[in-house]
């Protein structure tokens, strides 16, 4: 049965931006400082896209209106949406803050078929919020969202044939063909999902590797077992920062790892969590990657902690990756209610990375004063010298916020 739908708010920053200022209404708007952060359907159709500079959005599209962004509207109006979707059925799977899936094959015989659900919340997200969204109603949660997309702006899609639709769509719809995937593709004559579909599968394990190949296959020919449900605690943290073009200065990619770990020690304090297990990912020239972990014996949530294991974890990675380092993330797992402090024994000075030591607690100390005085205060009112001196920030952290809330 088509029960899985997939809601997507249409360029929700933009929309949002718009709605606000009704002055806005059919122009072309972009969201952000020096980069895209968002931008609406009128400044897409001239070529802008997310994260281009601006400077380059505007030469394509001169008579674009920037603005900073509303970020203190984004969550309320976000659960806005989310509300009317609970209210045709408790399966609501939130995946960001402008889309989800949802499963109203219980609901039906109270709300008429998945296609009248469909036009019932989009019908009150516009009348009660104002904004536009599209949805996408299929029988696997993959398929839902391919729909959604297709249905975009402000429409819906329900396939009547879902694979015969699907086989004649472009291979870029599928979740994890990105431009190189797509153009390791092309090569070989594969353009369509259909000829995925019907591709060796041996020439798909030697193409793009054996994992590779049996998810594309298996996506192609639509089958997908994942349910939607309800997410209970995230069962890790983390952030992640684009570096443009890429660092190669151990200094400059310090600074960068020592933003993110403020970044996410400060949300795993916030929610009373520490975590075990450091992973670091990095991102290099054409498009390679590289993930390092460690798992201490002992849960930490400092700043120092974070900072310390990130730096070792990313020059690794870099030794087998001694290029430019375009993307670094860090995230943290085995996550654990955080409890009173535990001395450690021997009574020695310790580390960063050794919560109970002395140097531990004097670290967990600082942030936590630290954390006071940024609720006090603002945000901006303490940080660390060399991220304060470091310049450019990128993202902003407001939209960093609502992209990793939990």
Known sequence: MQGILHVDLDAFYASVEQLLRPELAGKPVLVGGGVVLAASYE??????????????????????????GSFERYGPMSKQVMAICADVTPLVEQISIDEAFLDVRGSVHLLGSPDEIGHQIRSRVASEVGLPISVGIASTKFLAK????????DGLLRPENEIAWLHELPVSVMWGVGPVRNAI?????IRTVGDLAHA?????????????????????WNRDRRSVHKPGRAGSMGSQSALGRGLTDETDLSVALLRIADRVSARMRKKGRAGRT?????????????????????????????HAAAIELLADARREHPGPVTLVAISMSKLETAGPLQLELPFTEGGALQPGSPIGAA????????????ERFGKDAVGRASVVLGGDRGVPDEFRELAERD
């Open 363 to 374: 670290y967990l100390s600082i942030d936590e004063q630290v954390d006071r005085a940024r």
């Open 43 to 68: 400044a897409r159709a001239r070529g802008v896209s997310a994260p281009m500079g601006i400077r380059q959005a505007l030469h394509l599209c001169p008579d674009a209106v920037v603005v900073n």
């Open 278 to 306: 450091i992973t670091v990912r990095a991102r290099f020239a054409e498009m390679q990657s590289a993930t390092r972990a460690i798992t201490l014996p002992a849960a930490v949530a400092t700043t120092a902690a974070l």
């Open 146 to 153: 391919v729909a959604s997309g297709q249905a975009k702006p």
């Open 200 to 220: 060796s599968t041996d020439h798909l394990t030697a193409w793009l590797g054996p994992a590779a190949a049996a998810h594309f296959h298996a996506l192609a």
């Open 185 to 189: 593709l092309a090569e070989y004559g």
